[in-house]
């Protein structure tokens, strides 16, 4: 089944030691978007991208960073990880903006 | 700009009781509207969305939604709620006027149906 897969599903890493998420999608969809959700709240957009084109959201710390090296795959860098980086990390994607997006699992991070 | 407002943060029900999750957006032009479900340590699921047609949307497991235009309203209702809809609900909406615009989501509401 076509679908977006992130991995890990859990991730545990010191303060300030770099960290990776990876999401990977068979949707073939142009945007790949990545958010992070805490407890209780509403997913907050970080930034997206439209098939190679980056766009960071205005208030996206520059701590966080991102790559795509093709269509399928999207990568979420967090550079040094604070206590407040905390939370779940989602992907989604949809074919075009407005769209309706497809999320995957999600990663919870947790930062010791 | 636009904004969505989820006016009950939980909503408390008993199984087999109707239940209606509130919506309201604000924009000033047309939008699509969606609601996801989340489930415990889970992403979003797409439940249902109106993009144009029949204001009444339905989803496979019973739920509906009915965009109401002159009150800006997308009001999730289900006639007999099950355990297993124990869960979040986020209503999110999109400008489909702007080729750039993004989802903006609700701040949830946590339905939680007791036996």
């Known amino acids: 089944d076509a679908m977006v897969i992130q991995n890990p599903r859990y991730q545990v890493t010191q303060f300030g030691k770099p960290v990776t998420l990876s999401c990977s999608q068979t949707?073939?969809?142009?945007?790949m978007y990545w958010y992070q959700q805490k407890s209780s709240q509403a997913p907050k957009l970080l930034f997206h991208?439209?098939?190679?084109?980056?766009?960071n959201e205005a208030d996206t710390p520059d701590n966080f960073q991102s790559r795509r090296p093709n269509t399928s795959f999207c990568f979420l860098d967090i550079r040094s990880p604070g206590l407040g980086d905390a939370a779940m990390y989602l992907c989604?994607?949809?074919?075009?903006?407005?769209?309706?997006?497809?999320f995957g699992p999600g990663t919870r991070l947790t930062v010791t | 700009a636009q904004s969505v407002t989820q006016l009950d943060s939980q909503v408390p029900v008993f199984e087999e009781a109707p239940v209606e999750l509130r919506c309201n957006y604000s924009?000033?032009?047309?939008?699509?509207l969606f609601w996801y479900v989340q489930y415990p340590n889970q992403g979003l699921q797409l439940l249902l969305k109106?993009?144009?047609?029949?204001?009444l949307v339905e989803s496979i497991n019973g739920f509906e939604a009915e965009f109401n235009k002159s009150q800006t309203s997308f009001h999730l209702r289900k006639p007999s709620v099950h355990i297993s809809d124990t869960a979040e609900y986020f209503c999110a909406v999109s400008d489909h006027n702007n080729a750039g615009n993004m989802l903006t989501f609700g701040g949830g509401t946590r339905l939680m149906v007791k036996p």
């Open positions: 991208y439209y098939d190679k084109d980056f766009n």
């Open positions: 949707l073939n969809h142009n945007v």
């Open positions: 989604a994607t949809s074919i075009d903006f407005g769209n309706e997006q497809y």
């Open positions: 924009s000033s032009v047309s939008v699509y």
């Open positions: 109106y993009l144009s047609g029949s204001t």
